[in-house]
């Protein structure tokens, strides 16, 4: 015979169970863009923090929901991985790789080597060049070597031109490397992690312009070489009303080099404040971006560089911009989130539009 009490605890194991079985009543329905996505063979990604990632389930839903891979917006850099030398932090990029596991997401490394986000150890330390090599080895070793397949792509090396010019950018690498640092970085990475698709990662460069065809001299010298150069990630950060018309056609000619194009960190900051009209244009400009990689064969994917604009890093980078990614400071979603479904629910791969340099946003 059961006692009243173990009738009690069955009970109560049978209602939990139940309750973690059945969908919450109360939460939207999962969105369509993750399988939308999956049908055109890309992935829509998004930059995620640990904080709230881990802390906030509405945030987290909004990442399960929405997205088919994940990039960690600043936890896998240098600043937080090897906070001394020789000391590593998991914390933050075992919680993003895990999330992404336990939801079936793919998971964008970012990144390698950058000139920002980086520890005093490092940027204010003086290398020669053999000492340099081996720092970067065992910081590749590790963080790649952790994630040995469970991140299937890196941002090797990020930004490596000048902000506004098409020159190599003078950072910590170049100066004690020589140019020839992006083609040993990339061989480096090759070595630790050889099923890995390996990017440079670069801003600026989205439409056609000068800082684009020094990227493209650049991709083409390194395939010429033979180094493992397998993508370029083309960041995104997009101001409303100037977003390259032609991004279609400019990461096309990556694309006919043999490499993998995608759209790393998109956002489109609109002047404060932001009216129903600009956030109606942001939605065609969410579009547009959408469909200029359903126009490029091997465009591999689009992530949005945050989940909401609550998190979002514009207002504090960008002052007097706002609103530029797909869900508002609530959480709830805006029109581009719209632009970005519509793109994706045409039943084939987009042509490209054509001809002008950039998109009459503001109208
Ligand atoms: C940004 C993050 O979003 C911010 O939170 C951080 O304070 C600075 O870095 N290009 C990149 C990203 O490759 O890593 C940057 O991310 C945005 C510009």
């Known amino acids: 015979m059961l006692t009243a009490g173990a009738v009690c605890v069955i009970v109560f194991l049978v209602v939990a169970a139940l309750a973690l079985i059945l969908p919450d009543p109360d939460r939207e ?29 509405r945030y987290r839903d909004l990442v399960t929901d929405h997205y088919t891979s994940v990039t960690a917006e600043n936890t896998m850099k240098w600043q937080y991985v090897q906070p001394e030398r020789g000391t590593f932090d998991w914390s933050g990029p075992d919680a993003v790789v895990n999330h992404a596991g336990d939801h079936g997401l ?24 053999e000492e340099l090599r081996a720092v970067m080895r065992e910081h590749f070793g590790a963080l790649m070597g952790r994630y040995e ?26 100066r004690t490397l020589g140019e020839d640092y992006v083609a040993e970085a990339l061989r ?38 033979g180094v493992p150069l397998h993508g370029i990630g083309f960041q995104g950060h997009f101001v409303h009303g100037a977003v390259p018309e032609d991004l279609a056609e400019n990461m096309r000619r990556f694309a006919e080099l043999g490499l993998d194009v995608e759209i790393s960190e998109l956002d489109v900051r609109v002047p404060e404040p932001a009216t129903t009209e600009d956030l109606e244009a942001q939605a065609d400009e969410y579009r547009h971006v ?35 990614l797909p869900f508002d ?20 791969r987009a042509q490209p539009r054509a001809t002008t340099r950039t998109m009459s946003g503001r109208r």
Not at 107 to 124: E, M
Not at 155 to 173: A, G, H, Q
Not at 329 to 348: C, E, F, N, T, V
């Open 29 to 57: 329905p999962a969105s369509e863009l993750p399988a939308l996505a999956r049908s055109h063979g890309i992935d829509l990604g998004v930059a995620v923090a640990v904080n709230p990632l881990t802390h906030d389930s």
């Open 188 to 225: 480096t990475a090759h070595e630790t992690d050889p099923e890995a698709r390996l990017y440079i990662n670069e801003f600026g460069v989205e439409g056609s312009g000068e800082k684009a065809d020094a990227l493209y001299e650049l991709a083409s010298d390194l395939l010429d070489q």
């Open 106 to 129: 793919s998971v964008r490394g970012h990144t390698l080597l950058w000139h920002n986000q980086l520890p005093d150890w490092l940027a204010q330390g003086s290398f020669d060049a």
């Open 149 to 174: 397949g469970r991140v299937a792509s890196w941002d090797v090396i990020n930004e490596p031109f000048e902000d506004d010019s098409p020159r190599l950018r003078e950072n910590l690498w170049h």
């Open 329 to 348: 400071d609530d959480y709830a979603p805006k029109p581009a989130l719209g632009g970005m479904i519509q793109a994706l629910s045409r039943g084939r």
């Open 290 to 324: 959408l469909e200029s990689c359903l126009a490029v064969s091997r465009c591999v994917g689009v992530t949005v560089w945050g989940v909401a604009d609550a998190h979002s890093w514009i207002p504090e980078w960008f002052p007097g911009y706002t609103a530029a």
